[in-house]
Each structure stands twice: as C-alpha cells, then as structure tokens.
C-alpha cells in the first residue's frame, strides 16, 4: 500500500535541531513534489517548505526561511527538513504531502496524492 510515513518530531528548547523525515512506501518519492506543511493549535495550516522533482528547486516560507532546509535521499526514498534555530513559535505538527506534477508553487505543493500524519514538534525551555 502507497503511503508516505514522517517521524523525527520531539521536544526540544528553543535555539535547538531537529530533523524530520517523510518516507515514501510504495512509490518513487523522487518523481514527486515534496511540502512540508505545519499546524498548531487553534491555527491556521501553513505551508512552510516545497522541493520539485528530482534534485529540484526548493522553496521556503519567510517565517522559516534561512534556518530551515528541505533536502532529498533518492536512495532512501525520503525528504528531509533540517530545523535549525528552533523557536517557540514553531511549536505545531508537521506533515509532508507529496504530488505527482512534481513541481511546486512557491513554498506549497498543487495538491497531496500522498499525506503523512504527522509528527509533533514542541520547542519549549
């Protein structure tokens, strides 16, 4: 069965790393457009992160742009988000969405083919 899986969520104090993971099962991650898209309580989802097919274009929202990077491994099927300068602020679930076009708009994906559950990232002292 088709589905993609991200993990690497955790507590961790402000100025902290993290990185997450989307894993795909089922089909080639590589052919897809990859977002990151976080949610905290009582907001709005926002579509922080985008990678295109391949070792494609990345695109980064302004609130996470400069300490965040969105990276791919072809061989492990997986994208990654490398959170650096974590900030209160940042405190939501995480999610990826893949979609098969393969490109991005801007930081978001044109659509989730795919969408992990998601992964609890608390950034608290």
């Known amino acids: 069965q088709a589905q993609l899986v991200d993990s690497g969520g955790d507590l961790v104090q402000p100025g902290g790393s993290l990185r997450l993971s989307c894993a795909a099962a089922?089909?080639?991650?590589?052919?897809?457009?990859v977002g990151w898209i976080r949610q905290a309580p009582g907001n709005e989802r926002e579509e922080i992160s985008c990678?295109?097919?391949?070792?494609?274009?990345?695109y980064y929202s302004d609130s996470v742009k400069g300490r965040f990077t969105v990276s791919r491994d072809a061989a492990e099927n997986k994208v990654y988000l490398q959170m650096n300068d974590l900030k209160p602020e940042d405190t939501a679930v995480y999610y990826c969405?893949?979609?098969?076009?393969?490109?991005?708009?801007?930081?978001?994906?044109?659509?989730?083919?795919?969408r992990g559950k998601g992964t609890l990232v608390a950034v608290s002292s």
């Open positions: 990678i295109s097919e391949g070792n494609g274009n990345t």
């Open positions: 969405a893949a979609e098969g076009g393969g490109h991005c708009l801007g930081p978001s994906v044109y659509g989730e083919d795919y």
């Open positions: 089922g089909f080639t991650l590589d052919y897809y457009a």
